[in-house]
């Protein structure tokens, strides 16, 4: 049985993060936040004190770097050079504020996409039904033959105010002027659910539904 796949995009602060973790539990999906894979990237590159105006040494760097998997739970957590990333190391200021700009770099996106697509594989090596994957271009790039594609929106001052709540002074506007292009093409043809006057609960309640319905 071919795995049953999920692509979830969506802005900064949409929601994607809870509604995949949430769909994960429910439907024995494996759980994949790409955007910590851009950011673990992004933090092996500063560990190497490269900056995103680096091009040519990143290019040099990026062959070098050995991607792996570990799964926690039903969460997929990138390794490199063999050694699990942890979310504090990828959770940090400097990485919040270059992540954007890395990630718009052509040859980080092409290291990146055989990785992804090849989540598929692990969730099958972990007798998961499949995989629930967010970011900024799941659905048009990564998996455009996905089950299910939806996009997450939410009003960018309630988005802002979100992160505000987490105790995070997150740019979460400068980051979607950078991701704007990847958001517009991910949104074509998604379901798209606009969070702005929808708590958690009811997005997943929403989303569980539609999932439910195309897994009968
Ligand atoms: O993964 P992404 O950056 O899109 O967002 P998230 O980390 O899942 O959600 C950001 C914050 O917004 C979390 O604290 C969520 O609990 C909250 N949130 C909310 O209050 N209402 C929603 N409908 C969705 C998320
Ligand atoms: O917190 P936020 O939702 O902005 O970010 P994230 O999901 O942790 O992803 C960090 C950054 O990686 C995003 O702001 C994008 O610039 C980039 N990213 C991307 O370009 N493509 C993806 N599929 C996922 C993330």
Request: hydrophobic share 45%; glycine share 6%; net charge neutral.
């Amino acid at each position: 049985m071919s795995p049953f796949i999920i692509a979830i995009d969506g802005g900064a602060a949409s929601g994607k993060s809870s509604t995949a973790r949430a769909l994960s539990e429910r439907f024995n999906l494996l759980h994949v936040d790409t955007g910590s894979f851009y950011r673990a990237i992004a933090a092996e590159l500063l560990r190497r004190k490269l900056t995103p105006d680096d091009l040519p040494a990143i290019r040099a760097a990026l062959p070098e770097i050995s991607l792996g998997t570990q799964v926690n739970g039903r969460t997929a957590h990138m390794k490199i050079g063999g050694r699990p990333i942890d979310t504090a190391e990828i959770r940090t200021p400097e990485v919040n504020a270059t992540v954007a700009r890395f990630a718009a770099i052509p040859e980080v996106r092409a290291a990146l996409l055989t990785y992804q697509r090849g989540q598929a594989d692990v969730a099958r090596a972990h007798d998961l039904r499949g995989l629930v994957m967010e970011g900024r271009d799941i659905g048009s790039v990564i998996f455009p033959d996905a089950d299910l594609r939806f996009f997450l929106d939410a009003d960018p001052v309630k988005r802002a105010e979100r992160r505000r709540k987490e105790g995070l002074m997150d740019k979460v506007a400068e980051r979607d002027v950078l991701d704007n292009i990847r958001l517009r093409e991910s949104a074509k043809g998604a379901i798209m659910i606009d969070s702005t006057n929808l708590d958690l609960p009811q997005v997943v309640e929403k989303i569980s539904g539609i999932v439910a319905e195309k897994l009968t």
